[in-house]
């Protein structure tokens, strides 16, 4: 079973997003998505400054199976992206929650977080795809 962190919010392509104490979101995709896309080769994260409508392709993931696009969880600017995994996409395969971070996203509405699906909201997502 893939791990599902209780203190983040999910969307239904397999992003996670983390809530910041500056207001901004970390968004970064889910030990699920990790998983079925095997070893990460290549990230293309967003650049800073970019703006995103939520549903936009934000970043792309190239595994060894596939390459796959990275929506943008809500409306907003980027405001950081993960440079560490243009040299070491790696990093999340082992750490998708932590440092496998790909970039942060200041909303455009506050509230849009709390809209996400929650954990057991996307555990019940992965397990009827399962199934």
Known sequence: ???IPQD?????THEWIMKNDEGT???????????LLGDLVFIEAPEE???FQEGDDSAVVESVKAASDVYAPVDGEVTASNEALEDTPE???????GDGWIYKIKPEDSGA????MDAEAYKELIE???E
């Open 1 to 3: 079973m893939s791990e």
């Open 91 to 97: 990093i999340i395969n082992n750490d998708p929650f």
């Open 25 to 35: 979101l970390t968004v970064g995709i889910t030990d699920h998505a990790q998983g």
């Open 49 to 51: 400054g970019t703006t």
């Open 113 to 116: 977080f709390d809209a996400l």
């Open 8 to 12: 983040l919010r999910y969307t239904k």
């Open 128 to 130: 009827s795809a399962d």
